[in-house]
């Protein structure tokens, strides 16, 4: 049997120990979000350099917080807003928010990034309308990103999204066969 001596020992070695797990896990350093990116098989380069804070969830959502909106320079150009948010899996970004991809003087919103054969070398961005390509040895470093005026995108922003609604409408329209006779006669 236990004695209440040997219990409350018990009980303080059981205390200290844990106290001292939790000081020591506190001391190492937390994962930051290129190392989170590379983990979930993506490129370090996604997300432009001096990201501090992140915040990950167990379902892979994340939201990342820039000092201000910024654009970076790949093949084409990046916009970064201030946020940026969407749900980490594994080779793949989807329900993106926050970057804008710039395309023939356009901007256009970033939807989805996904790597389906990370030894094919591609990445491949949806900005709804289109995927569009690039190599990854373009996003292997994360990049400077400079300060910009956020206005002049956000005017090429709904531009994009006015032309995308009228795209998905013309798709959709599938002319009635009686109408195409009634043409005819």
């Not at 993506?42 to 992140?54: I, T, Y």
């Not at 820039?66 to 970004?93: M, P, W």
């Not at 990049?143 to 995308?164: F, K, M, N």
Request: net charge negative; proline share 4%; with cysteine.
């Amino acid at each position: 049997m236990i004695s209440v001596r040997h219990f409350s020992i018990l009980l303080s070695t059981i205390f200290i120990c844990s106290s001292l797990s939790v000081v020591k896990s506190n001391e190492t350093p937390e994962s930051s979000i290129y190392e989170v990116l590379k983990l979930h098989g993506l490129p370090m380069g996604l997300l432009p350099k001096g990201v501090n804070e992140f915040t990950l969830d167990n379902s892979g959502n994340f939201e990342v917080h820039l000092d201000q909106a910024c654009t970076a320079k790949f093949e084409n150009e990046l916009h970064y807003y201030r946020n940026v948010s969407g749900t980490l899996r594994y080779g793949q970004i989807d329900g993106l928010s926050g970057i804008s991809a710039q395309d023939l003087f356009l901007w256009f919103p970033v939807k989805e990034i996904r790597v389906d054969i990370p030894s094919s070398g591609l990445i491949y961005f949806d900005v709804g309308v289109v995927s569009k390509q690039f190599s990854l040895s373009y996003f292997d470093t994360p990049r400077d990103c400079l300060v910009v005026q956020a206005p002049d995108l956000e005017d090429g922003r709904h531009i994009v999204e006015t032309v995308s609604k009228i795209m998905s409408k013309k798709l959709r329209y599938q002319p009635n066969q009686d109408d195409i006779a009634r043409t005819e006669l």
